[in-house]
Nanobody, 124 residues
């Protein structure tokens, strides 16, 4: 069974950091482009960051550039999203997703597999 599991969410104060993990079972993540998406209450889901398969090219939403870093750990079949300098507007449920194509785009509908999400709350 193909499965993605996110972890690492939580409550953090503005300016704080979190590292989200996306672990896969049943398939090898390094053969997929991986994306991170988030959905805030009452808002549509939006793409945050993604990393390609073979070229490892990364893409970031403008509002997180310089603060978030996406990376792969192939030995552990995991993709991470390191989030620094968090802001209240970063609050939401964060999902990781896998796309069979080698390159990545921040467009949710093209992704084939999704995790259940992990809650990130940024508040003082």
């Amino acid at each position: 069974q193909l499965q993605l599991v996110e972890s690492g969410g939580g409550l953090v104060q503005p300016g704080g950091s979190l590292r989200l993990s996306c672990a896969a079972s049943g398939f090898t993540l390094d053969r997929y482009a991986i994306g991170w998406f988030r959905q805030a209450p009452g808002k549509e889901r939006e793409g945050v960051s993604c990393i390609g398969d073979s070229d490892r090219r990364t893409v970031y939403k403008d509002s997180v550039k310089g603060r978030f870093t996406i990376s792969r750990d192939n030995a552990n079949n995991t993709v991470y999203l390191l989030m620094n300098s968090l802001k209240p507007e970063d609050t939401g449920v964060y999902y990781c997703a896998a796309d069979r194509r080698p390159f990545c785009v921040l467009h949710g509908p093209v992704y084939d597999y999704w995790g259940q999400g992990t809650q990130v709350s940024v508040s003082s």
